[in-house]
């Protein structure tokens, strides 16, 4: 351009790419090639107290340190030094996985102990009672997969590779049976450890720890229920073993006892554990006046479920869905412990009414408040009423969300079914109007999840329902879509 010619100048523009900030590279995950790795609770995403890979000290530093998911065939580099069918890999690859988890669950129990118990102790935290009382007997469990880790070692030839676990297995697993006093006493281990972290001593040992390398991002509670996460994998993992065993394998007769073994032994430990967890609450209800005692009450050996709920009113209950009675109570703290104080009367199961409410049909208490309510105020209801001559009661209880709201709807539903059944009036559920009212279907998993009950993780967060103490046969019965007839019951004050 001639230099007389006017240019407009041009403002300096910061390049795009500063603008931009900087993304972090994150690496692929690497899939499983076993399905014993998903079931596993030892996943990708936990993170890993070992020491970090040669190729990853370069990267920045994390404060979390992550414990990798080995493979066999990478462990050993057998696909180098001899070819092997792929269903023998993946056999192979399924008993690694059974051996991995054993040392991964030492190392962590181990863990929970030097981290956890003996510096509480040490420093005056907790009483020798109280740890005793949330530790149980985890001291007991770290020999007794020690024992299970050497044999399956022993059994590894130099190439890495395992002929037979089955016989090892055989004699090994009713060893077991030793959990059973574990998972009792985890129902009061974890109520006395959040009565605990009320105490600003304890909360700031855990919180400290959280924010330690060495915890992975998991507080006590979830090293401690870990053991107990592990024993519902079991017939899972056999049965991935089990599955790539060829049919003339001497091994496959042993492995398929060995699942009868750990199924009974899961199922007793399951029934035992509900039972004690039904104990514990009952002794932990409190009641304003003589009338309120039900023998219903204190025949009850299983609690199918419980959890938090509002009325229309927003007033927050515990309510509690035991074989044959629905009890609606109030948490209260009594001499420094958690307990419930009974709402209302008992309702029992075969005399409740259960009605599925659509969003939008309640109305919350005072009419000026509904009127200014929003719609995510009025959802996810249900209500339950009861009239048994002169004593009628009528709630309308919300849920936390959809998924709560139809859990509870299913345990309701398969309570009064099972206690009408067993009376031997089947037919009356044709009759009752309100029991019968449409709700959405839910397909639940079939199959073997009835030995995954206690697989459930203890969930921190302030559901309208404890999930893990649901019975999976709830989840497992069929929605009735026949509808019922129209009639309604005046919701009263409560």
């Given at each position: 351009?001639?230099s007389?010619?006017?240019?407009?100048p041009?403002?300096r523009?910061?390049?795009l790419?500063?603008?931009?900030?900087?993304?972090?590279?994150?690496?692929?995950k690497?899939?499983?090639?076993?399905?014993?790795?998903?079931?596993?609770?030892?996943?990708?995403?936990?993170?890993?107290i070992?020491?970090p890979?040669?190729?990853?000290?370069?990267?920045?530093?994390?404060?979390?340190?992550?414990?990798?998911?080995?493979?066999?065939?990478?462990?050993?580099?057998?696909?180098v030094?001899?070819?092997?069918?792929?269903?023998?890999?993946?056999?192979?690859?399924?008993?690694?996985?059974?051996?991995?988890?054993?040392?991964?669950?030492?190392?962590?129990?181990?863990?929970?102990?030097?981290a956890y118990h003996?510096?509480?102790?040490?420093?005056?935290?907790?009483?020798?009672?109280?740890l005793?009382?949330?530790?149980?007997t985890?001291?007991?469990?770290?020999?007794?997969h020690?024992?299970?880790?050497?044999?399956?070692?022993?059994?590894?030839?130099?190439d890495?590779s395992?002929?037979?676990?089955?016989?090892?297995?055989?004699?090994?697993?009713?060893?077991?049976?030793?959990?059973?006093?574990?998972?009792?006493?985890?129902?009061?281990?974890?109520?006395l450890?959040?009565?605990?972290?009320?105490?600003?001593?304890v909360?700031?040992f855990?919180?400290?720890?959280?924010?330690?390398p060495?915890?992975r991002?998991l507080?006590?509670?979830?090293?401690?229920?870990?053991?107990?996460?592990?024993l519902?994998?079991?017939?899972?993992?056999?049965?991935?073993?089990?599955?790539?065993?060829p049919?003339?394998n001497p091994d496959?007769?042993?492995?398929?006892?060995?699942?009868?073994?750990?199924?009974?032994?899961?199922?007793?430990?399951?029934?035992?554990?509900?039972e004690?967890?039904?104990r514990?609450?009952?002794?932990?209800?409190?009641?304003?006046?003589?009338?309120?005692?039900?023998?219903?009450?204190?025949?009850?050996?299983?609690?199918?479920?419980?959890?938090?709920?509002?009325?229309?009113?927003?007033?927050k209950?515990?309510?509690?869905?035991?074989?044959?009675?629905?009890?609606?109570?109030?948490a209260?703290?009594?001499n420094e412990?958690?307990?419930?104080?009974?709402y209302?009367q008992?309702?029992?199961?075969?005399?409740?009414?259960?009605?599925?409410?659509?969003?939008?049909?309640?109305?919350?208490?005072?009419?000026?408040?509904?009127a200014?309510?929003?719609?995510?105020?009025?959802?996810?209801?249900?209500?339950?009423?009861?009239?048994?001559?002169s004593?009628s009661?009528?709630?309308s209880l919300?849920?936390?969300?959809t998924?709560?709201k139809?859990?509870?709807?299913?345990c309701i539903?398969?309570?009064k079914?099972t206690?009408?059944?067993?009376?031997?009036q089947?037919?009356?559920?044709?009759?009752?109007?309100?029991f019968?009212?449409p709700?959405?279907?839910?397909?639940?998993p079939?199959?073997?999840t009835?030995?995954?009950?206690?697989?459930?993780?203890?969930?921190?967060?302030?559901?309208?329902?404890?999930t893990?103490?649901?019975?999976l046969?709830?989840?497992?019965?069929?929605?009735?879509?026949s509808?019922?007839?129209?009639s309604?019951h005046?919701?009263?004050?409560?």
């Amino acid at each position: 351009e001639p230099s007389n010619k006017r240019v407009k100048p041009l403002s300096r523009v910061t390049s795009l790419a500063n603008l931009i900030p900087p993304v972090k590279a994150t690496p692929l995950k690497r899939f499983s090639q076993t399905l014993q790795r998903s079931i596993s609770f030892r996943s990708e995403s936990r993170p890993d107290i070992l020491a970090p890979r040669p190729w990853s000290r370069n990267a920045a530093s994390s404060s979390t340190k992550r414990r990798d998911s080995k493979l066999w065939s990478e462990t050993f580099d057998v696909c180098v030094n001899q070819m092997l069918p792929s269903k023998e890999i993946k056999r192979q690859e399924a008993i690694f996985e059974l051996s991995q988890g054993e040392e991964d669950l030492i190392e962590d129990l181990k863990l929970a102990k030097k981290a956890y118990h003996d510096p509480m102790l040490k420093l005056s935290i907790m009483t020798e009672q109280e740890l005793n009382q949330i530790f149980g007997t985890l001291d007991s469990l770290i020999p007794l997969h020690e024992e299970l880790l050497s044999q399956l070692r022993d059994a590894r030839k130099p190439d890495g590779s395992t002929e037979h676990v089955g016989p090892i297995l055989v004699g090994w697993l009713p060893c077991l049976s030793s959990y059973d006093s574990y998972c009792s006493n985890q129902v009061a281990a974890k109520a006395l450890l959040d009565h605990k972290k009320q105490d600003h001593r304890v909360q700031d040992f855990l919180q400290r720890c959280l924010e330690s390398p060495f915890s992975r991002k998991l507080d006590l509670w979830n090293f401690l229920d870990i053991p107990r996460s592990r024993l519902v994998k079991y017939p899972l993992l056999l049965r991935e073993i089990l599955r790539h065993t060829p049919n003339d394998n001497p091994d496959q007769q042993h492995l398929e006892e060995a699942i009868n073994i750990i199924q009974g032994i899961v199922a007793e430990i399951n029934t035992k554990t509900g039972e004690s967890e039904c104990r514990y609450y009952k002794e932990r209800l409190l009641y304003l006046e003589e009338g309120q005692k039900d023998s219903l009450i204190d025949n009850s050996r299983v609690l199918c479920c419980h959890g938090e709920l509002k009325n229309n009113r927003g007033v927050k209950l515990h309510v509690f869905l035991f074989q044959e009675v629905l009890v609606i109570t109030r948490a209260v703290t009594h001499n420094e412990q958690l307990c419930y104080q009974l709402y209302r009367q008992p309702i029992p199961v075969k005399d409740l009414l259960l009605e599925d409410l659509q969003d939008g049909e309640v109305r919350l208490g005072g009419s000026l408040r509904g009127a200014f309510s929003n719609n995510e105020r009025i959802k996810n209801f249900f209500r339950v009423s009861f009239k048994n001559g002169s004593q009628s009661q009528t709630h309308s209880l919300q849920a936390n969300d959809t998924f709560n709201k139809q859990q509870w709807l299913n345990c309701i539903r398969q309570a009064k079914e099972t206690v009408l059944c067993a009376a031997g009036q089947a037919g009356a559920l044709d009759s009752e109007g309100p029991f019968l009212n449409p709700a959405p279907r839910s397909q639940e998993p079939q199959g073997d999840t009835k030995l995954e009950q206690m697989d459930q993780s203890d969930s921190e967060s302030d559901c309208s329902m404890d999930t893990s103490e649901v019975s999976l046969d709830c989840e497992r019965m069929e929605q009735t879509d026949s509808s019922g007839g129209n009639s309604r019951h005046i919701e009263s004050n409560v």
